[in-house]
């Protein structure tokens, strides 16, 4: 029987579960530095939000499985999401909503931490999405981009 699930060497810390999802590989950049084997890849398209739907339920469903497992202060989840470009994703407000109304059921049971990777290029619109469902972003400038990007990503972080 198991009786917890802690790194051994350290059975002092505690350690989160790490969710890294790729929500999409599609990405408004197209820069030298960014290898289409690892970053993005604007041929293959988005995945389709049902598709993004069941994943965010599974992943859930893993963690409070996990969870049961731990010691109660490492009952953590940090949920990274990245890209290509996340906010790129056509459906990303409505599963960003979908990850904070999916994890209700959750929540008294295990922390959900969750982690945006972006070029914040989107629109002013589509951040309120990120700012209601979202603990810590993460912004990486690209200084490729077309102007008119770069101007809106200024805009955006002031």
């Known amino acids: 029987m198991i009786q917890t699930i802690e790194p051994a060497y350290l059975p002092a810390q ?5 969710l ?29 939000v049902d598709d993004c739907l069941k994943m965010l339920e ?18 953590t989840a940090i949920m990274n999401l990245l890209g290509g470009e996340v906010l790129y994703h056509p459906e990303m ?6 990850s904070s109304e999916l994890y209700k059921p959750y929540k008294d049971r295990w922390h959900l931490n969750r982690r945006l990777t972006t070029n ?12 209601d469902n979202i603990e810590g972003i993460t912004v990486s400038y690209h200084s490729e ?7 809106n990503v200024k805009n955006n972080l002031i």
Not at 20 to 48: E, F, M, Q, R
Not at 120 to 131: G, I, L, Q, R
């Open 14 to 18: 505690t350690m989160s579960i790490l």
């Open 20 to 48: 890294d999802w790729k929500v999409t590989l599609k990405c408004n950049y197209d820069c030298s530095y960014c290898a289409t084997d690892w970053g993005h890849n604007n041929k293959i398209p988005h995945p389709p």
């Open 58 to 75: 599974q992943m859930y469903r893993y963690v409070d499985v996990i969870s049961k497992y731990k010691k109660e202060k490492s009952k």
């Open 93 to 98: 407000e409505r599963i960003l909503t979908q």
């Open 120 to 131: 914040a290029t989107s629109s002013p619109e589509k951040w309120k999405y990120v700012c």
């Open 145 to 151: 981009g077309p102007d008119k990007l770069k101007q």
